[in-house]
């Protein structure tokens, strides 16, 4: 089958033929209908060697949507055609965290060498991808595919940041979402359909402000040296409840510092390497900050349920496995509005 794969390092992805997958006990196999690209997938291939820690090659592709193909021995409850959504990060199954659905929270994946499909197992951008556990699917039931794979992880990740903030996001508060891509333009959605607050979006293009707005941001503002001001006056000087830094660099770590309110709550969600210095004196009195990782697997069945309900839209750019490549190309240029979905 083919792949898109991160082969070298330092080089972009290439299309390589591998060996079709086959299920072994417990395990699922899926015929991919839909795989997303996350800028992760960048900053994992924008790692130096010392800092690389899977094996290569590694297919990518951590959103994943498919029918069911193959059932290994002992896997009940599926059958054969089954559509499903992928929930990627992947968990010992066995542990405190894991019984509670917390498994993007398990403190043994990594000792144990459990890895997301697409971030060290191989992951969805192939013709088809074997899934370790059955506890990892969640029926996609009539949605569509392509516009519903990026639940996973574009809507996933800001809707359990989001969920943290919400007793603080009650009418009459603001919050902030630094970067309107993948993820924040989902956020900004999310933040809408789940509170009362007004919205302010972050990014350095028109064309992304512009979604930004078309997706239900009150305010759009030039993340720039004057955005923490701006975000001041249109909170009448007391700043924003909750920020939602969907960059995390140093740049959008520094206004996401001088624009949170007292007591106020900062999620830095994106890894660009940038760190929020949290302290007396960085940060106004009472503020928490936290580094969110992806969501839990009851939070991907909320999420769904907003694709259900029609709550959340996901702007989606379409290629082919063969022009996955290209797709990383735009992405990392900043050319996707919304999500690139690769069909393989
Ligand atoms: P994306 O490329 O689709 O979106 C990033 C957006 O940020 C773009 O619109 C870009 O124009 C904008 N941007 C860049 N510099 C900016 C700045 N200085 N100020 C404001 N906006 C700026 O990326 P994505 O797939 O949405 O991912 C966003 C980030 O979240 C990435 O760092 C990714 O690795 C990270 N991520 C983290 C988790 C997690 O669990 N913590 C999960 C998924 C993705
Ligand atoms: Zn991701």
């Known amino acids: 089958m083919q792949a ?30 839909a795989a997303g690209a996350c800028h992760s997938d960048i ?3 924008s790692l130096p060697a010392e800092r690389f820690r ?15 193909a193959a059932l290994g021995d002992g896997v009940a409850g599926l059958a054969e055609g089954d559509a499903v959504v992928v929930y990627a990060p992947w968990g010992c199954g066995g542990c405190r965290q894991c019984a509670s659905g917390q498994e993007n929270y398990c403190p043994h994946s990594a000792r144990l ?21 059955s506890r990892h699917l969640v029926p996609l039931g009539e949605l569509d595919p392509v516009a519903t794979v990026s639940f996973t992880d574009a809507a996933l990740t800001p809707y359990h940041a989001i969920k943290r903030s919400l007793p603080k996001l ?23 359909a789940l509170t009362a607050a007004q919205v302010v979006a972050l990014d350095v293009t028109e064309e ?36 939602f830094d969907f960059v995390g660099a140093s740049p959008t770590a520094a206004i996401a510092a001088q624009s949170v309110a007292i007591a106020g709550d900062i999620a830095m969600v994106g890894i660009a ?36 309900a029609g709550a959340v839209h996901i702007h989606t750019e379409t290629y082919g496995i063969d022009e996955a490549p290209l797709a990383y190309a735009r992405l990392h240029a900043g050319k996707v509005n919304g999500r690139a979905v690769v069909l393989p």
């Open 4 to 33: 898109v794969q991160y082969r070298t390092l330092g080089c972009a992805p290439e299309v390589a033929a591998v060996p079709t997958p086959e299920p072994g006990p417990g395990q699922v196999l899926l015929k991919v209908t």
């Open 43 to 45: 900053g994992l291939m």
């Open 54 to 68: 899977f094996p290569l090659p590694m297919t990518l592709g951590h959103e994943a949507a498919g029918t069911v």
């Open 113 to 133: 060498g459990i890895s997301p499909p697409g971030v060290g197992a191989p992951g969805a951008m192939a013709e088809y991808l074997l899934v370790d556990d």
């Open 170 to 192: 009650v009418p009459g508060s603001t919050a902030v979402v630094i970067g309107a891509g993948g993820l924040g333009h989902v956020a900004v959605q999310l933040l809408r």
């Open 208 to 243: 992304k402000l512009a979604l930004a707005r078309e997706v239900g941001a009150h305010e759009a503002v030039l993340s720039d040296g004057n955005a923490a001001r701006r975000i001041r006056e249109l909170t009448g000087g007391l700043g924003a409840e909750a920020v």
């Open 273 to 308: 390497g940038g760190v929020l210095p949290v302290g007396i004196g960085a940060v106004p009195y009472g503020v928490s900050a936290v580094a969110p990782y992806w969501g839990t697997l009851p939070e991907l069945h909320e999420v769904m349920e907003l694709a259900r």
